[in-house]
T-cell receptor, first 115, second 116 residues
Framework: DTGVSQDPRHKITKRGQNVTFRCDPISEHNRLYWYRQTLGQGPEFLTY????????KSRLLSDRFSAERPKGSFSTLEIQRTEQGDSAMYLCASSLAPGPVYEQYFGPGTRLTVT | AQSVTQLDSHVSVSEGTPVLLRCNYS??????LFWYVQHPNKGLQLLLKYTSAATLVKGINGFEAEFKKSETSFHLTKPSAHMSDAAEYFCVVSEADSNSGYALNFGKGTSLLVTP
């Protein structure tokens, strides 16, 4: 079990640029989640995938955000025309479903700084 | 709607004394409740989970939490704090609603400081 990995760990970009983050979940996990965590706050849900299907998106996920999981394995999160308010830690988590209760395993996160 | 409220944003204890981190929840369905810990520059780690079985849940590193439905609480405790327990702790709720995909709803966190 290699755990959830995310790449890059840190990203500094200028306002208006596009950025893309990658998440590799635990290999047998069929659900994948993206969260955003701003300073001093708990993570907030953005979106999740069951296999390759994106089944839910939070209202926090504006039109500038897009997420994909093309083969039901790794996922990418792209932010277009970044704004300073996008500066945050972006967390990926994965889990195995179905089941009445289960926990999500989190990656180390990608810290985005928009200057 | 589901949410959690962590009643203290900061808690300070002396090493060797008990720890109490308070959490109240609000949920329309049968909730699943978790406590996660986040050490500086490290990923979120699950401490323990409530699975609608035993109301007293034991987790890692000596932590426990008790689910009290009548009080809608899920407080985290540890009999004796260790310096390595200093971290950010998050109370988390998830509802058994397939439409939500079991998305986790995090509280704002409690920062635990342990002094020598």
């Amino acid at each position: 079990d290699t755990g959830v990995s995310q790449d890059p760990r840190h990203k500094i970009t200028k306002r208006g640029q596009n950025v893309t983050f990658r998440c590799d979940p635990i290999s047998e996990h069929n659900r994948l989640y993206w969260y955003r965590q701003t300073l001093g706050q708990g993570p907030e849900f953005l979106t999740y995938f069951q296999n390759e299907a994106q089944l839910e998106k939070s209202r926090l996920l504006s039109d500038r955000f897009s997420a994909e999981r093309p083969k039901g394995s790794f996922s990418t999160l792209e932010i277009q025309r970044t704004e300073q308010g996008d500066s945050a830690m972006y967390l990926c988590a994965s889990s195995l479903a179905p089941g009445p209760v289960y926990e999500q395993y989190f990656g180390p996160g990608t810290r985005l700084t928009v200057t | 709607a589901q949410s959690v409220t962590q009643l203290d944003s900061h808690v300070s204890v002396s090493e060797g004394t008990p720890v109490l981190l308070r959490c109240n929840y609000s949920s329309s369905y049968s909730p699943s409740l978790f406590w996660y810990v986040q050490h500086p520059n490290k990923g979120l780690q699950l401490l323990l989970k409530y699975t609608s079985a035993a109301t007293l849940v034991k987790g890692i590193n000596g932590f426990e939490a008790e689910f009290k439905k009548s009080e809608t609480s899920f407080h985290l405790t540890k009999p004796s704090a260790h310096m390595s327990d200093a971290a950010e702790y998050f109370c988390v709720v998830s509802e058994a609603d397939s439409n939500s995909g079991y998305a986790l709803n995090f509280g704002k966190g409690t920062s635990l400081l342990v002094t020598p």
